[in-house]
């Protein structure tokens, strides 16, 4: 008896020991599962983005560094500037002189002076009184035909003085370099009026004017003007009237005064 109780001790320690290296193994091999479980739901997660460091390249640099090509831009370009006229001439007064010829007469040259005044109104409108006093002289064209021909124009009448008055009308108004050294400003004007025309043998007869000219600025009291006036008229032609135009082309200095001091 007592020797197996012996027996059945030392089977149940031998079962013991043998038990604990197994269990040691199976242990680990859990944890290994659990180690490989944890590193595939590890690796499935989703990972979160980094951003990365874009290089500018050149041309980002030169857009961001260039400021000057802002000047380049559309609404810049589209930027007017609008300034007063520099040479203002509402309430007051113009004198003008001037050298005078006639430029489309063929059978005489006929040329002198020209002394006009004037007011005007508003920046746009003004009157003018002119007065004319040519002379005349036979053309070559004139002296041959009677050498040649023996065709004398005795009988074609030529301007020696008109005095008249005008209503002058100036829409436009700009300005123009000299030289690339100066900026002149300069108004366009157009003039319709009447007067009479006084020839070398009939005074009195009645004329009608179309004008056109510039005034170029060069100071606020003094400009250069030149002027083309074309009068209408009916005068003595070969033994008979008939209607007669003078194409008048005029140049000289213009005085304005008073002085402006609004501007």
């Keep these: ?6 027996f059945l001790s030392a089977l149940v320690i031998l079962g013991i020991v043998c038990a604990i290296p197994f269990s040691q193994a199976q242990e680990g091999d859990g944890n290994e599962d659990l180690n490989v479980i944890e590193l595939e739901l ?25 400021f000057s090509e802002l000047t380049l831009l559309a609404p810049f370009s589209e930027v007017s500037v ?16 001037g050298i005078t010829l006639t430029t489309n007469d063929p059978f005489y040259n006929t040329y002198g002076g020209t002394l006009r005044g004037g007011y005007f109104i508003t920046e746009m409108f003004g009157v003018e009184l002119q007065y004319f006093n040519l002379t005349s002289s036979e053309a070559q064209s004139t002296k041959e035909l009677y050498s040649v021909q023996n065709i004398g124009t005795d009988g074609l009448s030529y301007t020696k003085e008109y005095l008249g008055a005008s209503i002058q009308w100036i829409p436009i108004y700009g300005k123009m370099t000299w030289f690339n050294k100066k900026i002149v400003p300069f108004d366009f004007y157009f003039g319709v009026g009447g007067g009479q025309t006084k020839t070398h043998v009939k005074g009195g007869i009645g004329t009608f004017q179309l004008s056109t000219g510039q005034i170029f600025a060069i100071s606020k009291s003094f400009a250069i003007r ?20 003078n194409l008048l082309f005029s140049a000289g200095a213009s005085f304005f005064f008073p002085e402006a001091k609004y501007r």
């Design 226 to 245: 030149w002027d083309f006036s074309w009068n209408f008229f009916s005068a003595k032609a070969i033994n008979e009237d008939g209607m007669i135009n």
């Design 42 to 66: 590890e690796n499935s997660k989703p990972k979160p983005k980094t951003k990365k460091l874009v290089k500018p390249t050149e041309s980002q640099n030169i857009k961001t560094t260039e």
């Design 82 to 97: 609008i300034q007063k006229r520099f040479l203002p001439k509402t309430n007051r007064f113009q004198f003008f002189g």
């Design 1 to 6: 008896m007592k020797y197996r109780f012996r």
